[in-house]
C-alpha cells in the first residue's frame, strides 16, 4: 500500500533521523525566530547589513564603508568562517574543503589545498555560519576584507580584529533597538506570514500536546511578532497566547540547556519582572530560567518533550545530548531546495548513468593494465632466458593492449568532465556560488553530518506537521549499514 504520505510534496514531508514516537510525546515546545516566526530574509539581513555598517562608521572606520553593497543569497548556512585569513569555506563532514573564497573571490585550487586540505585542520578554530541572523554578518565582514585588500593603508587591523568589532557592533544593534525597534514598526515587510501554522498548533493541541514557547527574544519583540502571526488566526485560539501553556523569553539557549538560572515572571503588561519560585502557572510570561527546573517543575522526563527549532547548535545539539529532548529541526532552505531537485531529476539520472559507465570503464582499464603489467614481467624473464622469440610475441601483446588502454583512457576523461559538468549544472541551479546545502559534490555536507547527528526529524516549515497524527510514529531507516542484507 503506498503510504499516506507520498502524496505530500517532498518539502512538506518530515524526515527521520531516528525513531520518534509521537504518542510518547507530552510536550512540545518551539523557539520563535526562524522556526514559528519566518523572516522576509532579504529584507531582515539587508536592514542588520545596514544598521551594523553605521555602528563601523560611527566608531571611527572609514566613511566610504557605506557605500558597502548587501547581495542578498550570497551566503548560505553550514559555510566556515576563517577569521584569521579572511576566507569563507564549504566543507564536506570528512573536514575535505571543496569550496573556499578569500573575501568574495573564489581561492584556486592549489591556495585552497594549501591551506585546507594538506593537513586536517580544526574546525572550531573556525566560526560556523549556523543561523540565519550570521549570514548578514558573514557577508558584511567579506566585504569588509575586500575593502581592506584594496585598500590596504585604510584599515589598521587584522581580519579578526574586524571580526571582533563586527560581532560587538551587531550585539549593539541588536541591543539598542536599531534592528528590533524598525521591525516591529512594520511586521508585514519582515515577516511572512504561514496561514496554516495555526492549524498545524491546534492539531497539535488537540492530541492532548502542551506546547510552549522557548526563546532567546524578549517580551516585547516576542509578544509583536507572535501577535503579528497568529492572532486572530483561530476562532478558538484570539490571541497567540491561548496557543502556549508557558511562554519563556530572553531564555539564554544554549545556557538555558545546562545552566541553573532562576525563573522571572514577566508582569506583561508592564514588562516588569517578579521574582518567581512557585510552579509555573499555565498562560504566564516567564524569562530567563534553565532546562533542569522547567523538568522539575512540569514534572516532564526529557524524552517526553519534543524541542522545535531552526538552529542546530542553539536549540538542539544541547537539548538532546544534555537532557535526552526529542528535536525537530527545521531547515527553511529545504522548500526551495526539495523543489529544484525535483526539477533536476533528469540531470540526477544522467549523473548515475555516466558514473555507471565510468566505473564500468575504469574497471575495463585496470584489467588492462595489470595485464600489460604481467606481460612486461614476463618479457623481462624471457630476455633474460634469452628466448627471443617468445620475447617478440610477448612485445606484440604488450603493444596491443597499451595501444587498447591509451584507445580508452581519452573516454573515461571525457566521461569525468562529463560528470564534473553535471554536478556543476546541479549545484549551481540550487546556488551559484555555494551549491546544495547538504552536499558537497557527490559527498554531505558538514551541515547534512549534523543534522544526521542532532535532529531526530527535520522539515522545512513547522506548519508541515499538520499533515501527519500527532500520535505519529515516525520511523527511520536511517540505520542501514553498507553491509546489511
Ligand atoms: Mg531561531
Request: glycine share 8%; with cysteine.
Given at each position: 500500500m503506498a503510504s499516506p504520505y507520498s502524496k505530500l510534496e517532498k518539502w512538506q514531508r518530515m524526515y527521520v533521523n531516528r525513531a520518534l514516537n509521537m504518542e510518547r510525546i507530552k510536550a512540545i515546545g518551539f523557539d520563535m525566530d526562524h522556526t514559528l516566526v519566518m523572516y522576509n530574509r532579504e529584507a531582515f539581513e539587508s536592514l542588520a547589513f545596514r544598521e551594523t555598517l553605521k555602528k563601523f562608521i560611527e566608531a571611527g572606520y572609514p566613511e566610504e564603508l557605506a557605500d558597502l553593497e548587501f547581495k542578498p543569497n550570497f551566503l548560505i548556512r553550514g559555510l566556515l568562517v576563517d577569521m584569521e585569513r579572511g576566507n569563507l569555506l564549504k566543507v564536506d563532514g570528512h573536514k575535505y574543503v571543496k569550496t573556499a573564497f578569500h573575501g568574495t573571490?573564489?581561492?584556486?585550487?592549489?591556495?585552497r589545498h594549501r591551506l585546507y586540505n594538506s593537513e586536517s585542520f580544526k574546525a572550531q578554530e573556525?566560526?560556523?555560519?549556523?543561523?540565519?541572523?550570521?549570514?548578514?554578518?558573514?557577508?558584511?565582514?567579506?566585504?569588509?576584507?575586500?575593502?581592506?585588500?584594496?585598500?590596504?593603508?585604510?584599515?589598521s587591523k587584522t581580519?579578526?580584529?574586524?571580526?571582533?568589532?563586527?560581532?560587538?557592533?551587531?550585539?549593539?544593534?541588536?541591543?539598542?533597538?536599531?534592528?528590533?525597534?524598525?521591525?516591529?514598526?512594520?511586521?508585514?515587510?519582515?515577516?511572512?506570514?504561514?496561514?496554516?501554522?495555526?492549524?498545524?498548533?491546534?492539531?497539535?493541541?488537540?492530541?492532548?500536546?502542551?506546547?510552549f514557547l522557548l526563546t532567546n527574544s524578549g517580551w516585547e519583540y516576542t509578544n509583536r511578532m507572535m501577535s503579528y502571526i497568529l492572532d486572530q488566526e483561530h476562532d478558538e485560539f484570539p490571541s497567540w497566547r491561548d496557543y502556549f501553556d508557558v511562554t519563556i523569553v530572553?531564555?539564554?539557549?544554549?545556557?538555558?540547556?545546562?545552566?541553573?538560572?532562576?525563573?522571572?515572571?514577566?508582569?506583561?503588561?508592564?514588562?516588569?519582572?517578579?521574582?518567581?519560585?512557585?510552579?509555573?502557572?499555565?498562560?504566564?510570561?516567564?524569562?530567563?530560567?534553565?532546562?533542569?527546573?522547567?523538568?522539575k517543575l512540569t514534572k516532564y522526563r526529557g524524552d517526553e518533550i519534543l524541542y522545535v527549532g531552526d538552529h542546530i547548535f542553539g536549540d538542539i545539539m544541547q537539548s538532546k545530548g544534555k537532557l535526552n529532548w526529542r528535536t525537530l529541526l527545521v531547515v527553511e532552505e529545504l522548500e526551495h531546495e526539495l523543489e529544484k531537485l525535483a526539477e533536476l531529476k533528469p540531470i540526477f539520472q544522467h549523473i548515475q548513468q555516466k558514473t555507471n559507465e565510468r566505473e564500468a570503464l575504469d574497471e575495463e582499464i585496470q584489467i588492462i593494465r595489470s595485464k600489460l603489467m604481467s606481460i612486461k614481467r614476463h618479457i623481462q624473464i624471457a630476455g633474460r632466458e634469452g628466448d627471443a622469440k617468445k620475447a617478440?610475441?610477448?612485445?606484440?601483446?604488450?603493444?596491443?593492449?597499451?595501444?587498447?588502454?591509451?584507445?580508452?583512457?581519452?573516454?573515461?576523461?571525457?566521461?569525468?568532465?562529463?560528470?564534473?559538468?553535471?554536478?556543476?549544472?546541479?549545484?549551481?541551479s540550487l546556488h551559484e556560488t555555494w551549491g546544495e546545502l547538504m552536499k558537497v559534490g557527490l559527498e554531505r555536507s558538514r551541515?547534512?553530518?549534523?543534522?544526521?547527528?542532532?535532529?531526530?526529524?527535520?522539515?522545512?516549515r513547522v506548519s508541515n506537521l499538520r499533515f501527519y497524527s500527532p500520535q505519529k510514529r515516525f520511523s527511520s531507516f536511517h540505520d542501514i549499514l553498507p553491509h546489511d542484507p
Open positions: 573571490t573564489p581561492l584556486d585550487k592549489e591556495t573556525f566560526l560556523s555560519v549556523d543561523t540565519f541572523f550570521a549570514l548578514s554578518e558573514v557577508q558584511l565582514f567579506v566585504e569588509i576584507v575586500d575593502y581592506m585588500d584594496r585598500n590596504p593603508k585604510k584599515i581580519y579578526r580584529d574586524v571580526y571582533g568589532d563586527l560581532r560587538r557592533f551587531i550585539d549593539l544593534s541588536h541591543a539598542d533597538g536599531s534592528i528590533k525597534n524598525v521591525v516591529m514598526a512594520d511586521p508585514g515587510r519582515f515577516i511572512r506570514k504561514d496561514k496554516y501554522l495555526s492549524t498545524a498548533l491546534t492539531r497539535l493541541i488537540d492530541g492532548g500536546k502542551s506546547l530572553s531564555s539564554g539557549k544554549p545556557g538555558f540547556f545546562t545552566g541553573s538560572q532562576p525563573f522571572l515572571e514577566v508582569m506583561t503588561e508592564s514588562g516588569l519582572l517578579k521574582s518567581h519560585s512557585a510552579n509555573l502557572l499555565p498562560k504566564r510570561v516567564y524569562q530567563g530560567g534553565n532546562a533542569g527546573l522547567f523538568q617478440h610475441h610477448l612485445e606484440k601483446e604488450r603493444d596491443k593492449y597499451a595501444a587498447k588502454i591509451s584507445g580508452k583512457a581519452p573516454i573515461l576523461d571525457q566521461l569525468d568532465n562529463e560528470i564534473k559538468d553535471l554536478l556543476g549544472r546541479k549545484e549551481s551541515f547534512a553530518y549534523q543534522v544526521e547527528g542532532f535532529a531526530c526529524v527535520y522539515t522545512s
